[in-house]
Each structure stands twice: as structure tokens, then as C-alpha cells.
């Protein structure tokens, strides 16, 4: 069965300090593989999507097939980053999108 | 315009009650998509469109029904819900029609409370 896991329910870092947000799936086609985030107050936003391979205000993440992993990365985590990260799975059969339960990132000063 | 917008922003209703939840987006895109957010939960996903037309219905119950008179809006209509079906509704786009691997954008919700 497809699904998204995201190990962390709650994640609290200071300022400064490296982040990781866990993220492993499991799917048996080609993922694509997606990292949400919704700031307080505002709407669910893409963050990066695993096919532009960019850098997202800092943050980074790579598919691990082997793994089965895409774990977003940020070397020095910002106050601002506070927030809730959503990793998903898009395409599964057709146009379905699963999402992970939700890592909330808590940066501390 | 390149947002996706949702109204109402709060909607209280009884079980015999029926009501729409509307969604427009004009950025063009073909695919339109209803959501079901529980608070503390990740969205889950509950129709989605294709050029108009339904494309996946995850088992949702019959009291909701979706509809998408053109490519723009995107309708939920409700009847004789459950106090359990009080959720923040979610819709999204995103531009391809054909599949889903496309970023989602997403609208900021209804709160809708079922009393």
C-alpha cells in the first residue's frame, strides 16, 4: 500500500542549528515526492518538490530510492521556518496525493 | 489573479441543512481537487477533477457532492451531514489536466461546523 511517513510529530531546534525533517514513503511506481508548509495563519504552500532539485529559502531535499527517503534539510534553521511541514506523494494512481501525518518545526531563539 | 479562493470562510450548519462551498481559481489550471483537513491531521484528499470531469472520488459519502460547471469553479454541496464531517475543506489546482504530478495550490479552507 502507498503511504507517507513522517516519523516526527513534533521537532524543536534553536536558531542556528541543523535541521531535519524525516520523510520515508512507500510506493511501488516512479514517486513524486513533495514537502508542503503551512506558516501560522496562512494557506498549505509548496515548499519543493523533488524533481527541481532547488533550494527552498535554505532548505533541500533529495529522493533516497534506496531509502525510500526524502528528508528536508536546512543547515541553520531561522526563527521564521517555524511551521507545519507536510511531506506528500503525488501521481499515485493517476491523480491521488497522499500526505504524511505532519512534522511541526519549532525554532527557538 | 494567482490565487485560489474559497468561500465562505466559516460555515455553522444543522444535519437537515443544505449548503455549497465554492472554489475558484483563473490561473488556467485543469485540475481541481477537494480535500477533508481534521484539526491536528494531514489533508485527505476526496474528489478530484480533470477537465471538468470526476476524476478519483475516495469513498466519500453520498452527502457530499461535488460539482465543476466549468474549468474555473469548483462546488462542494452538502446535505444531511454529521457532526463528524466538521472539518477545515480545502480546495486546490494545479495546471496539468492529465496527471497529478504537478505542485498543488492550494485555497485557505471553510471551517465548516455541523451542529
Known amino acids: 500500500a502507498q503511504r507517507v511517513t513522517q516519523p516526527e510529530k513534533l521537532l524543536s531546534v534553536f536558531k542556528g542549528a541543523p535541521v531535519e525533517l524525516k520523510c520515508n514513503y512507500s510506493?511501488?511506481?516512479?514517486?513524486?515526492l513533495f514537502w508542503y508548509v503551512q506558516y501560522s495563519r496562512q494557506r498549505l504552500q509548496l515548499l519543493l518538490r523533488?524533481?527541481s532539485r532547488e533550494s527552498i529559502k535554505g532548505f533541500t531535499a533529495d529522493l533516497n530510492k534506496g531509502e525510500t527517503s526524502f528528508h528536508l534539510k536546512k543547515p541553520f534553521a531561522q526563527e521564521e521556518d517555524s511551521a507545519m511541514y507536510y511531506c506528500?506523494?503525488?501521481?499515485?494512481?493517476?491523480?491521488?496525493?497522499?500526505f504524511g501525518a505532519g512534522t511541526r518545526l519549532f525554532v527557538k531563539a | 489573479d494567482t490565487e485560489v479562493t474559497q468561500t465562505p470562510k466559516h460555515l455553522v450548519m444543522g444535519m437537515t441543512n443544505k449548503k455549497s462551498l465554492k472554489c475558484e481559481q483563473h490561473?488556467?489550471?485543469?485540475?481541481m481537487y477537494w480535500y477533508k483537513q481534521k484539526a491536528k491531521k494531514p489533508p485527505e484528499l476526496m474528489f478530484v477533477?480533470?477537465?471538468?470531469?470526476?476524476?478519483i472520488n475516495e469513498s466519500v459519502p453520498s452527502r457530499f457532492s461535488p460539482e465543476c460547471p466549468n474549468s474555473s469553479l469548483l462546488n462542494l454541496h452538502l446535505h444531511a451531514l454529521q457532526p463528524e464531517d466538521s472539518a477545515l475543506y480545502l480546495c486546490?489546482?494545479?495546471?496539468?489536466?492529465?496527471?497529478?504530478?504537478?505542485?498543488?495550490?492550494f485555497g485557505p479552507g471553510t471551517r465548516l461546523t455541523v451542529l
Open positions: 486546490a489546482s494545479s495546471q496539468d489536466g492529465t496527471v497529478n504530478t504537478d505542485t498543488q495550490y
Open positions: 510506493y511501488s511506481g516512479s514517486p513524486e
Open positions: 523533488h524533481i
Open positions: 506528500a506523494l503525488s501521481g499515485v494512481g493517476g491523480f491521488k496525493t497522499i
Open positions: 490561473m488556467g489550471h485543469r485540475a
Open positions: 477533477y480533470s477537465y471538468e470531469k470526476l476524476s
